[in-house]
């Protein structure tokens, strides 16, 4: 393919999250790892210090599984500051990536400063699991340099980098996306801009089916995530990732894929109802199982 053989971009040795949540900060914890100093920020300062905090474990507990030195999780930790300020957060970025909430009104938004603060240089990278790269890159003045970076939760564990490239995204942002994964652990595979890209696609699908299992009584929870665990090899079952993902977020996600592609998407009435209550998942305490 023609991007693998484009011309590198300059050198990328700062990395800028923009999102401390869940991703956000995993997205710090292994970028800091892989040797990139890092800026996180978030317009809340308390999931800044809670980011930081979890970080903090991530590395100490990567460290007692001898999977870094003790020394290398000191200095990954010492390679991420933090801001409180998005403008100055992208100011000498190399590549930005966005991790905040899956709405497209946001990142739009996110997007339209982006590309007025961050060098012209940098590339602009979003970490959404469905939506319209190419949309989100039409606010960018430049949009050749933006893409989508879709990570997988937990980020430091997940191997798959999954590589957006939307209309309008250069052979040479691809490549140096690639170069990125590469250096950060991950196996990278490169979509183009559609619905659910092909990893949402798939995994909402095989969800949405066990939701629906589960509402007819087939079998329980338990059951149905066994099926799938030793039937198919999947690490874990459709509803307890789903727990790990974030009901809310699955949700979000199939209602895209409702609109953008057709009636099989449609979301299962019990995963709306638990939404409604409050029970996300794992974040929440609760969702298809009790944590």
Known sequence: ????????????????VLG????????????ATAGYYVTLHDVA????DAA?????????????????????????LARIATASEAK?????????????????????????????????????????SSLPITEIASVVRDPARVLGM??????????LLEIVRAVRT?????AAALEVGRKLGKKTIVVRDSPGFATSRLGVAIAAEAMRMLEAQVASAEDIDTAMKLGYRHPMGP???TDHVGLDVRLAVLEHLHREVGEQFRPPQILRQLVRAGKLGKKTGEGFYKW
């Open 150 to 159: 879709h990570f997988f939760n937990p980020v430091p564990v997940m191997e």
């Open 170 to 174: 250069s052979d040479e942002t691809v």
């Open 45 to 48: 300062p308390e999931r800044i």
């Open 1 to 16: 393919m023609a991007y693998r053989d484009a011309p590198p971009m300059a050198t990328i040795e700062r990395i800028t």
């Open 52 to 76: 930081m905090r979890a970080v903090g474990q991530g590395l100490q507990k990567a460290s007692e599984k001898g999977k870094i030195t003790a020394l290398a999780a000191a200095q990954a």
């Open 239 to 241: 509803l307890e990732l």
């Open 88 to 128: 100055e957060a992208v100011s000498d970025a190399d590549i930005v990536i966005e991790a905040a909430p899956e709405s497209l009104a946001l990142k739009l938004d996110i997007f339209a400063r982006l590309g007025e603060d961050a060098p012209p240089r940098a590339i602009l990278a979003t970490n959404t």
């Open 20 to 31: 401390a949540g869940t991703m956000g900060h995993g997205i710090a914890q292994v970028a």
